[in-house]
């Protein structure tokens, strides 16, 4: 099996060398999760690799995708792009990008040739044809397709961030959608990366909560505002609309397996500060520690020996919430 690299080390390495070739990949979350970041470095993997890209993006302006991609060292903009709707490009580009701007233009034209075949359709940008009619001018710029080859004579991949623009305002149709645009635009030699967004729950702790972490062989409680503080010395701030990131290396701290209540320290990819408009809870436990965490946040707890998820708003006085003890890495 050929497996195409999502250009994350890490990621590659759980899917045993990337993503299936000819496969499609929903990546579904809560804003500011980083799924448009992985988008990037799956297309900048492509282009550096040698295969076109279709970049769809409907949640921002494509010169902001670059911005925030150089910040991950990724230079999109080095490589031949054309913008779907403007002038044919004089030479074969390497990067088409679908915007709204794309959209609207294909909708237009879409309208204009029912018109001609006295049709009574107009099209929206944000409709699930307008968005099938982009994807295939766009494999037809690359020189992908002709009128003898329907299906891309090389690999291609497609990003499409987010489909859920494409069904916001009928979310009961989204398997419909979704199922139809597969139908219409995936071949073999298709490998594509879409994105599918929820409303953002802010399952997060309060910037005074102390977590343990280690560095080297040092080991030490901070409080996570202040870790994140520390980190920006020496790592560059991603500031989006929704959260500030900070990445790290060589960071670990302690994360429970809830299947035989084993502790071990597990490596930190970043961490992320944002407001959250919810109520926060302060869990206060006997021995006088607490914790401050957002209303949706959870906590494991001991019931009878067997270790439960349970949400703080649904935690009463008396129970047993499980904690780690940074100089044992043992539960208490």
Not at 96 to 113: C, G, N, P, R
Not at 310 to 324: E, T
Request: proline share 2%; with cysteine; charged share 25%.
């Amino acid at each position: 099996m050929i497996r195409v690299s999502t250009g994350i080390k890490l990621l590659d390495d759980g899917l045993e060398g990337g993503i299936p070739k000819g496969n499609w990949v929903v990546i579904t979350g809560e804003p500011g999760t980083g799924k448009s970041i992985l988008c990037m470095h799956y297309a900048y993997a492509g282009l550096l690799s040698g295969d076109p890209v279709i970049y769809v993006t409907t949640e921002a302006e494509f010169r902001d995708v670059i911005r925030q991609a150089r910040q991950f060292n990724m230079n999109l903009d080095d490589f031949n792009t054309y913008y779907l709707g403007d002038e044919k490009p004089e030479r074969q580009p390497q990067l088409v990008v679908v915007d709204i701007f794309s959209l609207l233009k294909t909708a237009k034209q879409l309208s204009a040739e029912a018109e001609e075949l006295e049709r009574k359709r107009r099209y929206a940008a944000l409709e699930i044809e307008t968005l099938i009619a982009a994807i295939n001018e766009g494999y037809r710029v690359l020189g992908l397709t002709d009128e003898k080859h329907k299906s891309p004579l090389r690999h291609v991949r497609l990003v499409v961030d987010s489909i859920s623009a494409f069904w916001a305002d009928k979310p009961v149709m989204a398997r419909k959608y979704s199922y139809q645009l597969k139908i219409a635009t995936h071949r073999e030699n298709v490998t594509a990366l879409l994105v599918s967004q929820y409303a953002m729950t802010t399952k997060s702790v309060y910037g005074d909560s102390r977590v343990g972490v280690k560095v080297g062989s040092d080991i030490y409680e901070v409080a996570i505002e202040d870790l994140f503080n520390e980190l920006l010395r020496s790592s560059n701030l991603i500031r989006t609309k929704d959260y500030d990131l900070v990445n790290t290396d060589g960071i670990y701290t302690l994360s429970l397996n809830p299947k035989n209540l084993t502790i071990n320290w597990c490596g930190v990819y970043a961490v992320v500060r944002h407001r959250s408009n919810g109520y926060l809870y302060e869990v206060v436990l006997d021995d006088g520690n607490s914790l401050k965490v957002t209303e949706d946040h959870s906590l494991f707890t001991l019931d009878d020996g067997v270790v439960e998820v349970v949400k703080v708003s649904d935690l009463r006085v008396g129970d047993y919430v499980l904690v780690a003890d940074v100089g044992t890495s043992e539960h208490t």
